[in-house]
């Protein structure tokens, strides 16, 4: 090494000589030090929320300040003086430090180690009001006295996750998980963290007759349960709708979200609803996922008794939109009327209230499985998820309508956002676990589908998705005694009997040779959809009678056709000039991964 010191090392000197290290180590200790004071003190003694981002930035603001003073003065024992360059104090340059000094930098060192070393090994934190990112909103406890009226209180909980849902800023669990806690005995910690969330609402509804009273909490669960906030509510029950708004915005000051100037625009509004029409709207509610003749109809009735007492409420036409879709298909009306009482009711809706989430929804399940119009359907799924974030089956569906156009990395995003906040729905598990078929990820498909019937055994969408899970991890035998099952309730016993005696001695194709012939038979008597059979002959190598079964399909629109260039179901189609044909005039992508 040269016998001079180079320039670095003649710097650090200087550094030294000035004091400016050890003022740098004093100043950050006493800034962690502050920091801490004011962040752990701005919740018992009601501090403004925003004052410890106000010291960071004085703090930020006054470092290079510091250091400034720090070159230039020196603080001696005559007093704070103006440091001399270090030519004009010749071999004075190595000057001892000062005991104090010293003391103070090594104690301000070891206080910086230990708040560094608290924080990233520490224990548990307690969790503040601005820590709260997600939540949970339980099923609400009927304190009324009246169970007849225990259908209300639940279309009260899903109204408010809904309208809590809104707030871009919070993850909202859904509904349907959120219900799984109803009568539970589980803690608030325990709930808390098996759903992964930050917070937990509690609420009380105290009376519901011409006015509702509710008590509303918020418990924050680590480390240990404790009540955040606790507020009553009154409110007449025509402006039931304004209830909802108020506890929203309350909580999320509580919790001290920021919202946008749109969420603000949208908690501002006040409106009345009619008693007995939001009665029967939350009476529908019950059957709105009930694809049966029976449960179509039963919301029918509800949603048509509400329209007579308030005609000018948006949400009921969009509910009406709805039942119309499940008739459209299930078969249960004609195409042309059906597909007319979808676009009147969807387009009523978007006159009263061109800002309800639930109608863009709807309009977004239309344009993509009813009318096949893509780019329409993806701004309606973007237009409702702009105003409400946590709609899960706006995010679900739209993960669908990614996956048909084949961006299957977007959609496995959509669709996890999508299980993340309903986790515990069985219907959502199942149309995620068809996203992870289409890309082409069969192991994880066939675990979400069980996981979603270990929750409920009796879930028909979801247990639908176990054949072709099957079929695609090459479990034949599993998929063979499910295929079985269903048709027993179609087919003769003797005809099952006979298709078992064939798999056993021929095996799969032959097996499904014949329930394929047996389906023929039956043509007449028992709807099987063209894009069903299309999959039954393409599996057993009939590919020209796959081909005419998917034309069939594109000419009557069968709802589930969008689904044919996803993955690999027809994978020895994909270069066949009829059935690119198909996809060109769906206008869906035809170079198919």
């Not at 000057?95 to 548990?124: C, D, E, M, Q």
């Not at 949970?136 to 009260?156: C, H, K, R, S, W």
């Given at each position: ?54 010291v960071?930035v ?51 060192f070891?206080v910086?180690?230990?708040l560094?070393?608290?924080h ?8 503040r ?71 937990v ?14 008590q ?20 007449e ?78 949400p ?5 939109a ?15 009327l ?35 119009n ?34 299957k ?31 082409g ?34 479990e034949?035998?599993?998929?063979f ?17 006979t ?73 020895a ?21």
């Amino acid at each position: 090494m040269s016998g001079n010191p180079n320039k670095l090392y003649q710097f650090w000197q200087e550094l030294k000589r000035r004091r400016v290290v050890h003022v740098i180590t004093v100043y950050a200790s006493a800034g962690f030090v502050i920091i801490e004071l004011v962040n752990n003190l701005t919740e018992p003694l009601s501090l403004p929320p925003g004052l410890s981002t106000i010291v960071v930035v004085i703090l930020a603001v006054g470092f290079p300040l510091a250091v400034i003073l720090a070159w230039i003065y020196d603080l001696t024992p005559e007093g704070i003086e103006k440091t001399l360059p270090v030519e004009e104090i010749g071999d004075k340059s190595k000057v001892k430090v000062p005991n104090a000094w010293r003391i103070t930098t090594y104690v301000s060192f070891v206080v910086i180690v230990g708040l560094v070393t608290l924080h990233i090994v520490g224990g548990p934190k307690e969790l503040r009001a601005g820590d709260i990112k997600s939540l949970v909103i339980l099923p609400f406890d009927n304190f009324t006295g009246d169970d007849q009226l225990e259908y209300f209180v639940a279309g009260m909980h899903g109204s408010l996750i809904g309208d809590m849902g809104r707030i871009s800023g919070l993850r909202v669990i859904g509904k349907t998980s959120a219900n799984t806690y109803k009568a539970t005995e589980m803690s608030a910690p325990e709930i808390a963290q098996e759903l992964d969330v930050d917070a937990v609402v509690e609420t009380q509804v105290m009376c519901l007759g011409d006015s509702i009273c509710l008590q509303v909490r918020i418990v924050t669960p680590f480390p240990e349960e404790k009540q955040l906030w606790v507020a009553d509510y009154k409110e007449e029950r025509s402006k039931i709708l304004n209830l909802y708004n108020r506890v929203t915005k309350q909580i999320t000051d509580e919790v001290m979200i920021e919202l946008s100037s749109e969420e603000e625009r949208q908690l501002a509004k006040t409106e009345t609803v009619d008693i007995e029409a939001y009665d029967a709207y939350i009476r529908s509610y019950a059957y709105w996922g009930d694809l049966s003749k029976q449960g179509l109809d039963k919301a029918y009735e509800y949603l048509s008794q509400a329209i007579v007492k308030d005609p000018d409420w948006a949400p009921l036409y969009a509910g009406m939109a709805q039942v119309w879709v499940g008739r459209l298909q299930t078969g249960r009306v004609e195409t042309t009327l059906g597909r007319q009482k979808i676009h009147e009711n969807i387009n009523r809706a978007f006159e009263l209230d061109p800002d309800f989430a639930d109608s863009h929804f709807i309009n977004g399940i239309i344009s993509t499985w009813t009318d096949w119009n893509w780019e329409k359907g993806e701004k309606e799924f973007l237009r409702a998820l702009a105003l409400n974030p946590n709609d899960v089956m706006s995010r679900m569906y739209y993960a669908h309508l990614l996956m048909i156009l084949q961006r299957k990395d977007e959609a496995l995003t959509q669709g996890r956002l999508a299980v993340d906040l309903d986790p515990l729905n069985p219907l959502i598990l199942g149309l995620y676990s068809v996203v992870l078929k289409g890309a082409g990820k069969f192991q994880e498909c066939y675990d979400f589908i069980q996981k979603g019937l270990s929750i409920d055994p009796e879930n028909g969408f979801t247990r639908g998705q176990l054949g072709r899970a099957y079929y695609h991890l090459g479990e034949y035998d599993k998929m063979f005694e499910g295929s079985k099952k269903n048709l027993s309730q179609l087919f003769e016993p003797g005809v099952i009997q006979t298709i078992d005696s064939i798999y056993k001695e021929e095996g799969f194709s032959a097996a499904y040779e014949k329930i394929v012939r047996q389906w023929e038979l039956y043509d007449d008597e028992h709807y099987n959809a063209p894009g069903s059979l299309a999959w039954l002959y393409y599996i057993i190598g009939e590919y020209e009678n796959a081909l005419d079964d998917l034309e069939a399909g594109y000419e009557m629109r069968e709802p589930n056709m969008p689904y044919i260039g996803t993955g690999i179901e027809f994978e020895a189609l994909h270069d066949s000039t009829r059935f690119i044909a198909i996809l060109k005039k769906m206008n869906l992508p035809s170079n198919i991964d």
